[in-house]
């Protein structure tokens, strides 16, 4: 059964770098890790995604090992308007259904 | 402003009731992903259609089907209600058809269902 693990909560300061990890287990070996960002009473917001390696975008990068059993989003430099809760997503092994982690709320103080 | 469109914004209604749930995806994507979120468990996949055909299939109950229309929109129904179906349900749209592609998605503002 296909499945993502993710802390349920991170507490950083502003300035700082935060990585927040994410668990695979039996996911789709040829496809796509995705990342969102949710704010209360909004829909997930798109950050990054990545198959394998390193991608890096305007906002975030997002680091994959060869085994792609976890990944790795990394936020640069986080503000107060990045206190929300971050998801992991990635398809099961057939690729026929999609995997959201719980969530890691991540909590920016000044 | 994602350009996803979801009505209504909020439904409330009794057990045992049917209601139906609509969705505009952002113009061009052919991509419909519909997700419940309630406190307990978290984003859950519950079905994806692309161009009109159904592509995944997720944690999605008997109770609960969809379809998206030649205009692409897509309606999520739901029958015999339950308290537990009280959730957040979001729609969400792409371009790709998932399945070895991008699963970028654009996110509606969700319809928030409670059952009483």
């Known amino acids: 059964l296909a499945k993502t693990t993710q802390p349920i909560s991170m507490d950083s300061y502003e300035g700082q770098e935060v990585n927040i990890t994410c668990s695979h287990n039996?996911?789709?070996?040829?496809?796509?890790i995705t990342w969102y960002q949710q704010f209360p009473s909004q829909g997930p917001r798109f950050i990054i995604q990545?198959?394998?390696t390193k991608v890096t975008n305007e906002v975030a990068s997002l680091f994959i090992p060869a085994d792609r059993k976890s990944s790795t989003l990394s936020l640069p430099r986080v503000s107060l308007s990045d206190t929300a809760v971050y998801y992991c997503?990635?398809?099961?092994?057939?690729?026929?259904?999609?995997?959201f982690g719980k969530g890691t709320t991540l909590s920016v103080s000044s | 402003d994602s350009g996803v469109t979801q009505t209504p914004k909020h439904l409330i209604t009794a057990t045992g009731q049917r209601v139906t749930l609509r969705c505009s995806p952002r113009?061009?994507?052919?991509?419909v992903y519909w997700y419940q979120q309630s406190l307990d468990q978290g984003l859950q996949f519950l079905i994806q259609?692309?161009?009109?055909?159904?592509?995944a299939k997720g944690n999605i109950l008997e109770r609960f089907s969809a379809q998206q229309f030649p205009d692409l929109h897509s309606e999520l129904n739901l029958s015999s209600l339950e308290l537990g179906d009280s959730a957040l349900y979001f729609c969400?749209?792409?371009?790709?058809?998932?399945?070895?592609?991008?699963?970028?998605?654009?996110f509606g503002p969700g319809t928030r269902l409670t059952v009483t």
């Open positions: 969400a749209s792409s371009p790709y058809s998932g399945q070895g592609r991008s699963y970028e998605q654009y």
């Open positions: 039996n996911i789709a070996t040829n496809d796509y």
């Open positions: 990545g198959y394998k």
């Open positions: 997503l990635a398809p099961n092994q057939a690729g026929t259904a999609l995997i």
């Open positions: 113009s061009g994507d052919l991509s």
């Open positions: 259609y692309y161009n009109g055909e159904e592509r």
